[in-house]
């Protein structure tokens, strides 16, 4: 059974940072994609970066590009959200992700498991 554990998450001033990590256990982790997505109340879940088993290839949310960096450390078996320049409308509970296709994935529905989330929240 995999199993995804976020952390990371917190209380911060606009402008500030947090490093979100996610640790996955019960997978080969250094063979799937992993993803971050968030949802803040009310919305829906939106996609905010992926990663490839490698590293190699990133992909962000227009939201968050230039200020969010996905990284991945697979002999750790973990991967990371740095988040920079952090606005109020990143406020979300954040979650991490992992699928098996070795390309970048952006829709929800294809990751097969999930964590449970870590709850962002940044103030005005």
């Known amino acids: 059974q995999v199993q995804l554990v976020e952390s990371g998450g917190g209380l911060v001033q606009a402008g500030g940072s947090l490093r979100l990590s996610c640790a996955a256990s019960?997978?080969?982790?250094?063979?799937?994609?992993m993803g971050w997505f968030r949802q803040a109340p009310g919305k829906d879940l939106e996609f905010v970066a992926a990663i490839t088993w490698s590293g190699g290839s990133t992909y962000y949310a227009d939201s968050v590009k230039g200020r969010f960096t996905i990284s991945r450390d697979n002999a750790k078996n973990t991967v990371h959200l740095q988040m920079n320049s952090l606005k109020p409308e990143d406020t979300a509970v954040y979650y991490c992700?992992?699928?098996?296709?070795?390309?970048?994935?952006?829709?929800?529905?294809?990751?097969?498991?999930w964590g449970q989330g870590t709850q962002v929240t940044v103030s005005s």
């Open positions: 992700a992992t699928t098996s296709p070795h390309t970048i994935v952006v829709a929800p529905d294809e990751y097969d498991y």
């Open positions: 019960g997978r080969t982790f250094s063979t799937y994609t």
